[in-house]
């Protein structure tokens, strides 16, 4: 019995190291492609006339995930359904309130050519 639990512990240690050494991995992988990233002299360019954020769908993911990051992901999600809404080169998405309920909403400039954020604001 004791020696089973000794293997079980000694796996346990095992898959922990495993899991640390697998992270540390990804940690300088990550770090180069950073560098990589930083040394280009202009974004990445994408076949003429690509988008990379070619549609609402995915002007609305991008809005969820970084106005939650902002204002909480909870207080994001009740703004439900977003509206997403394409002005030249940018999407601005918005969220929505309830009929009768009054307030603001967060809102997202996105570039659709190359993805960034360029505004995130939450009315009042």
Not at 62 to 84: L, N, Q, T
Not at 94 to 112: K, N
């Amino acid at each position: 019995m004791r020696a089973l639990l000794l293997s079980f512990a000694f796996l346990g240690v095992c898959g922990t190291a495993s899991a640390v050494f697998e992270d540390d991995i990804y940690a300088q992988a990550a770090a180069e492609h950073v560098r990589e990233a930083l040394a280009q002299k202009e974004p990445l360019q994408w076949k003429k006339g690509a988008l990379v954020v070619p549609n609402a769908d995915v002007a609305k993911a991008i809005h969820r995930a970084v106005a939650g990051a902002v204002y909480g992901k909870a207080d994001v999600d009740s703004e439900r359904p977003f509206r997403a809404v394409r002005s030249g080169d940018y999407w601005v998405v918005f969220g929505s309130l309830p009929r009768g309920w009054v307030g603001g909403t967060a809102i997202t400039v996105i570039r659709a050519s190359d993805g960034r954020v360029m505004r995130i604001i939450h009315e009042q």
